[in-house]
């Protein structure tokens, strides 16, 4: 740009007059020296980041044309848009508002649908793209806060989708709020006060919709942008994983340069993710709200379901066997609204804390910028399978009911399964997945070793039939032999000569973090086996 | 239906015609089918030869749970005074006769013509006096489908779902879904409470409230959803499973494919 | 190297290796397998760099794609005006949604998949190698920032002027306490929850009326096997605070055979020729309760499962509730009509902490 500008200023186009016009009362030029040539590794798992934060752009902009239209208040009025089984009902302008939307204003629907699936989309992708941060290990040191603040994200995601749920007032969204007052009824000491300062008063009030909406269309999506803001940030001071490969090291980052490569399959992939969400909501209804009609405290619909993403909590207090509630010297004692809250609590906590865990226990202090294939981290790997049945457990019971009917069970039957299933479903995936990733393991030491399986059989001189083994090559050998071998922690005394229980605790868990290791292939074995006969 | 309207050019009212065709053809064909037999099959149910033929129908068919003359054995209650509507909506949706015993009996394919479940009906209503079979104007829709939706909403869709998807009931029973049931059958359920559903007497659901009921599931029935494909109108469940296996399958699938080198 | 200090705490086998690349490895164990990185495997060059007609053919394609997406973007303003919802038809609305919806989706599609075709089969294919630096700075950027901060602090005295640090903090803590304070009135001031909540609108002599058009129940109305959506009469006509009324008044009446009810001897009279009347707020958290099965006199909650036995006052079978659902004593008046005998006996609806 300066050269240009110096050496042939005649020769001049537009395009870089502009950018030196920019730059000049910007400093962009600097920002893009810094980011422009940048490597961004290229693997398909390293996009769901993406393309969760590419449906946030989509609720961003669907959702700010929903404001145009939506009138958050709970007032009554007599419907009398186009919608003929609502007509004349009374119900809040927020219900009659929404309706209009979806009934009366040209595109509203598809706007309404889209805002909705798209908000789906974003809770669901930040899921997946949390799976794969914490099964490649791309949580360790130096991105442990990246990952709270990913956490945090998950959890205001959640809490957007919820406000947002809950704001056309009718009677599935009315029901879920209903429940959401009946836990926080439950909760000791405050729940009944704490209920009346949300509700303002008795449940429902007229008061909810309002406030719930500052939250969804202010406080919320502001908190959202200014965490996501962050979280790229930290991607960009980290530099993105990569997955071990020839020419990749724990001190490169490999990969097409951001300008023009990256930015255009980037830039290219918001639209199509834009492009699925429009395809969805132009083809299918969600939340047909004109069906629930509006909230009335006595009707309730078969199978009053919270969004996907609740659907974990729900589950857990459909779980929760009869009679856990008690009166205890004069006040009641939800342990059925407790426990499941509290659980929930503790695993959210246990993932958010994870990253720091793991740290303690592997004693681990280095940087990594090579993500971990799943079978090499066995134990994290196992951890997390039983994390994954734990969650699924729960968020299968809040659909106990449509699982009966469409499976032709007893719904008894199926809650008390998945009571089973959320409580040793996570030992056994623990143990069966820690089995496939060592097996698995020594499949690469295997084929490393061997080579692969040619299939085709020769017979020796002597009469004997072997397979050949096809060698791999040495591009394909590093990839499989390039992860990090640990050795358990052991116990040594301190300086004053003592040992804690803190550190027994610790060395015992690092024993069971690295029980059953499997060690990558060395050079001097490799050679070994060749020189034992083997072809 | 999409191309179609792409090559003709054709604007809204015919394409909603052709739509509202295509509604008929895949929900409502079953009940166009119904219908038409009820309209043919002209009994007089209170004539002597129909009750002597129902008579002779039930002792063939029924009367092995129900005893000889209704009166009910171990195996099945007894039909005294359950009207004809009782009849005409268990035989005439199939579920009667028991083919095996389960939670509830189950649709089926129904086991006898119309004219015999008339005469069945007529025979059972000639016991002792029950509800009716519904007269034609009651069944047929026409009403206030705003006051049905309310009063649907309050009395039926907590075990029915609001859009008559069906529901879970305890140790196996289900409500049934109501998006392919005639008229008839639906008011005849209301009146005699089949299985375990409850009974809605004409005091606490008047005739005229029966009949916006009815018209507000023929409106659900008739009326493509405005939002697209309904995916079994089942919610939130529904629209979850959805989302994480065809919008987030499709698109990790075009991850792949980003990400995948060129040729 | 390898020892962690604070915990005491060594590996077991000790490596002779000097620190990694990527930094201290504190406790781990680093080995070296002596395997060399073989280095980047050799460029494959694709199709559109060897073939000069696949190159214009991924031209073609890629502009025709951005052609399309145009298209797409008229079509949707042509769905706009061509399908526009006049008679408020269900299917016209569905025929508006779906055109504008397909044509905003062409016109994102196409611009996406070009895009995206572009970089993959036409821009230049280079892989580069960013050199990583550990995320803590160099020695220097450290020694800097330290400094930088030791500066700061000597000049303020933040360290050794610990008074004026400490009762900084404390303003700190302080000052936002007010503005939560400020909130207290989300709830109305002068209302104890428990109180509404152990009440609602029945009272003696109230009659029981239908949901929702208020009308008054005769007990010869309600017939075996039936269940009746019932308000307390007047509800309907309440200037304020009708739908929280609802939501704690609503009840379920229901008809069995006498024979068939269980009734506690102090509740003998509570119901009326084997029509009793229960509230239909679920005691687990509160969603009505009205799947009411005629012959197992089982009511379920649709949305936790719980189960009640309409036999045995309402006490729990299953799921999550644990009190059974609060019974309304009736009995019937002059003129016949269903009235409650008082207000429930205890608070309706979900626990809470004040209510026992």
Not at chain 2, 115 to 138: C, H, M, N, R
Not at chain 3, 69 to 95: H, N, Q, T
Request: charged content about 15%.
């Amino acid at each position: 740009m300066s050269t240009a500008t110096t050496t042939a200023p005649q020769k001049r186009s537009f395009t870089s007059a502009a950018a030196v016009y920019v730059n000049e009362r910007t400093s962009v030029a600097g920002f893009l020296k810094e980011l422009g040539r940048k490597a961004f590794p290229d693997h398909w798992s390293f996009l769901l980041g993406e393309v969760a934060l590419f449906s946030f752009v989509v609720v961003l902009i669907s959702g700010t044309f929903l404001t145009f239209f939506f009138q958050a208040s709970m007032a009554e009025v007599h419907y009398d848009g186009s919608y003929v089984p609502l007509k004349g009902v009374e119900m809040s302008v927020a219900m009659a508002s929404t309706l209009d939307i979806s009934f009366d204003i040209r595109g509203g629907l598809f706007v309404r649908q889209m805002h909705h699936w798209a908000a789906l989309l974003f809770v669901a992708a930040i899921g997946l793209h949390m799976l794969r941060i914490y099964f490649t290990g791309a949580f360790r040191k130096p991105r442990e806060f990246n990952w709270v603040i990913g956490f945090l994200l998950f959890v205001l995601a959640m809490a957007e989708g919820f406000t947002g749920y809950s704001l056309p007032d009718d009677l599935l969204s009315g029901n879920g709020l209903r429940i959401i007052d009946g836990m926080i009824k439950g909760i000791p000491l405050v729940g009944s006060w704490l209920s009346f300062l949300i509700f303002g008063g008795e449940f429902p009030g007229t008061a909810i919709v309002g406030r719930l909406y500052t939250m969804h269309i202010l406080l919320l999506p502001a908190m959202v942008v200014a965490l996501v803001a962050l979280h790229l940030v930290f991607v960009v001071v980290h530099k993105h994983t990569q997955y071990a490969g020839p020419g990749k090291t724990p001190g490169n980052a490999v990969g097409p340069p951001i300008m023009p490569h990256y930015a255009a399959k980037a830039g290219g992939f918001f639209f199509i993710v834009f492009g699925v969400i429009a395809l969805i909501a132009s083809l299918f209804t969600i939340n047909p709200i004109w069906n629930y009609g509006p909230y009335d405290p006595s009707p309730v619909s078969a199978g009053t379901q919270p969004d996907w993403y609740i659907g974990f909590a729900d589950g857990a207090l459909r779980l929760i066997p009869p009679g856990w509630e008690f009166e205890l010297w004069g006040f009641t004692w939800s342990f059925n609204i407790l426990v499941p809250l509290i659980g929930l609590l503790v695993f959210l906590g246990a993932v958010a804390a994870y990253p720091f865990l793991e740290a303690w226990v592997t004693g681990d202090k280095r940087e990594h910028h090579i993500a971990d294939r799943p079978r090499n981290a066995p134990t994290r790997t196992a951890i997390g399978a039983a994390g994954v049945t734990f969650y699924a457990g729960l968020w299968a019971a809040a659909s106990s009911d449509i699982l009966a009917t469409h499976f032709k069970l007893t719904m008894e039957g199926v809650i008390h399964a998945l009571q089973a299933v959320v409580i040793l479903g996570p030992f056994v995936a623990y143990y069966i997945t820690k089995r496939v990733c060592l097996a698995l393991q020594r499949k690469d030491r295997e084929i490393v070793l061997h080579g692969y399986e040619s299939g085709r059989v020769v017979s020796l001189p002597g009469g004997e039939f072997i397979e050949v083994h096809q060698p791999v090559d040495e591009y394909e050998r590093w990839r499989l032999v390039s992860f990090e071998q640990y050795e358990p922690l052991v116990i040594r005394p301190d300086a004053r000569g003592k040992i804690t229980s803190g550190q027994r605790f610790r060395a015992a868990l690092s024993r069971w973090f690295f029980e059953d290791r499997i060690a990558p292939v060395t050079k001097s074995e490799l050679e070994a086996s060749h020189h034992s006969g083997h072809h | 239906m999409k191309r179609q309207m792409r090559r003709t050019g054709r604007r809204h009212p015919l394409a909603t015609v052709a739509l509202l065709a295509l509604g008929l053809t895949f929900t409502g064909g079953a009940y166009a089918a119904f219908s038409a037999s009820t309209a043919q099959a002209n009994v007089d149910l209170t004539s002597a030869a129909t009750v002597e033929e129902g008579k002779k129908l039930f002792q063939a068919n029924c009367a092995t749970c129900h005893g000889l003359s209704a009166e009910g054995t171990a195996a099945g209650p007894s039909l005294i005074g359950v009207g004809a509507a009782s009849v005409d909506f268990q035989v005439g949706t199939g579920r009667m006769p028991l083919q095996m015993s389960g939670p509830q009996a189950e649709v089926k394919p129904p086991q006898f013509t119309d004219e015999q479940t008339k005469a069945l009906a007529a025979y059972v209503a000639s016991l002792a006096p029950g509800p009716a079979i519904p007269a034609a104007d009651l069944v047929e829709g026409g009403g206030d489908a705003a006051n049905g939706a309310e009063l649907f909403r309050i009395n039926c869709a907590m075990c029915h779902n609001v859009a008559g998807a069906g529901g879970a009931l305890t140790e196996g029973k289900f409500a049934p879904e109501l998006t392919s049931v005639t008229g008839t059958h639906i008011y005849e359920a209301m009146v005699t409470g089949p299985q375990n559903m409850p009974v809605f007497n004409d005091l606490n659901i008047t005739p005229e409230d029966k009949r916006d009921i009815i018209t507000y599931l023929k409106y659900v029935q008739d009326t493509p959803s405005p939002g697209g494909y309904e995916l079994g109108a089942l919610g939130p469940v529904a629209e979850g499973l959805f989302i994480w296996i065809f919008g987030l399958g499709l698109i990790v699938g075009i991850t792949v494919w980003i990400t995948a080198k060129s040729n | 190297m390898a020892t962690d200090e604070h915990s005491g705490i060594m590996p077991a086998g000790a490596s002779s290796h000097a620190a990694h690349e990527a930094g201290d490895p504190g406790t781990a164990v680093v080995i070296d397998r002596g395997f060399e990185n073989p280095g980047f495997p050799p460029h494959r060059p694709r199709v559109t760099d060897e073939d000069p007609t696949r190159d214009r053919r991924a031209q073609r394609t890629v502009y025709t794609l951005f052609y399309l997406s145009i298209l797409g973007s008229v079509w949707a303003i042509a769905a706009y005006i061509l399908f526009p919802m006049e008679s408020g038809d269900p299917g016209e609305i569905r025929l508006n949604n779906l055109f504008i919806g397909l044509g905003s989706a062409l016109a994102l599609f196409g611009i996406g998949f070009g895009a995206v075709h572009w970089a993959k089969a036409l821009m230049q294919d280079i892989e580069i190698a960013d050199e990583r630096h550990p995320v803590g700075g160099s020695d220097e950027t450290k020694a800097v920032a330290a400094k930088v901060f030791a500066d700061a602090d000597r000049e303020s005295g933040f360290s050794r002027r610990s008074v004026i640090r400490n009762s900084l903090i404390g303003a700190l803590v302080a000052f936002p306490l007010p503005a939560i304070v400020l909130f207290r009135d989300l709830a109305p001031q002068d209302v104890v929850p428990e109180e509404l909540l152990s009440h609602t609108l029945w009272k003696k002599g109230t009659r029981l009326a239908l949901d929702p058009s208020g009308a008054p129940i005769k007990a010869s109305d309600v017939t075996l096997g039936s269940a009746f959506h019932v308000i307390p009469e007047g509800l309907q006509d309440l200037e304020h605070g009708k739908l929280e009324e609802k939501a704690k008044a609503a009840v379920l009446l229901m008809r069995l055979n006498p024979d068939e009810l269980h009734e506690a001897e102090d509740r003998k009279n509570w119901s009326y020729n084997g029509i009793v009347a229960y509230s239909k707020i679920c005691t687990h958290v509160g969603c009505p309760v009205a799947l009411y099965e005629q012959h197992t006199h089982h009511l379920l909650c649709p949305c936790h499962q719980s189960q009640f036995d309409v036999t045995k006052h309402c006490e729990v079978i299953f799921g999550p509730a644990k009190r059974p659902l609060p019974q309304l004593p009736i009995a019937v008046d002059s003129e016949g009509y269903l009235i409650a005998q008082s207000d429930f006996h205890e608070p309706v609806g979900p626990s809470f902490w004040e209510r026992s």
